[in-house]
């Protein structure tokens, strides 16, 4: 698509209380197989055909920390998705991991979504 990939880091743990919201329906997500063979677990939130933003939450976080905003990215037209990252929620965890070793994820899973 061309269109650029924006990430945001979240230093502080701003929205534990979103983990304490879950609903059946934000507990859903999706899985992709990496190449190495480990599952990448992701959530989006918003508008599906708004400009992709990729949340990447802090080093003890995961998915649930966005808070319950789905209205106002959809108004701003913005598709937030929400990795999470290796051995946090629903993702394989990856010895011997590096902060280094996470942009590869993140770009196996902007490929899978066509960004």
Same mark, same amino acid.
């Given at each position: 698509?061309?269109?650029?990939?924006?990430?945001?880091?979240?230093?502080?743990?701003?929205?534990?209380?979103?983990?304490?919201?879950?609903?059946?329906?934000?507990? @859903?997500?999706? #899985?992709?197989?990496?190449?190495?063979?480990?599952?990448?677990?992701?959530? @989006?939130?918003?508008?599906? @055909?708004?400009?992709?933003?990729?949340?990447?939450?802090?080093?003890?976080?995961? #998915?649930?920390?966005?808070?319950?905003?789905?209205?106002?990215?959809? #108004?701003? #037209?913005?598709?937030?998705?929400?990795?999470?990252?290796?051995?946090?929620?629903?993702?394989?965890?990856?010895?011997?991991?590096?902060?280094?070793?996470?942009?590869?994820?993140?770009?196996?899973?902007?490929?899978?979504?066509?960004?």
């Amino acid at each position: 698509m061309g269109e650029p990939i924006i990430l945001l880091t979240q230093e502080h743990q701003l929205f534990d209380v979103a983990a304490t919201l879950a609903t059946p329906e934000s507990m @859903e997500c999706e #899985r992709l197989l990496l190449p190495d063979g480990r599952f990448l677990s992701y959530k @989006e939130y918003g508008d599906k @055909e708004g400009e992709p933003v990729f949340f990447c939450h802090s080093a003890k976080g995961s #998915r649930f920390q966005v808070p319950p905003i789905d209205d106002l990215l959809q #108004r701003s #037209r913005i598709r937030l998705i929400v990795p999470d990252r290796p051995g946090f929620g629903l993702s394989d965890p990856l010895p011997n991991r590096t902060m280094c070793s996470w942009p590869a994820d993140l770009v196996a899973l902007a490929d899978k979504l066509l960004i």
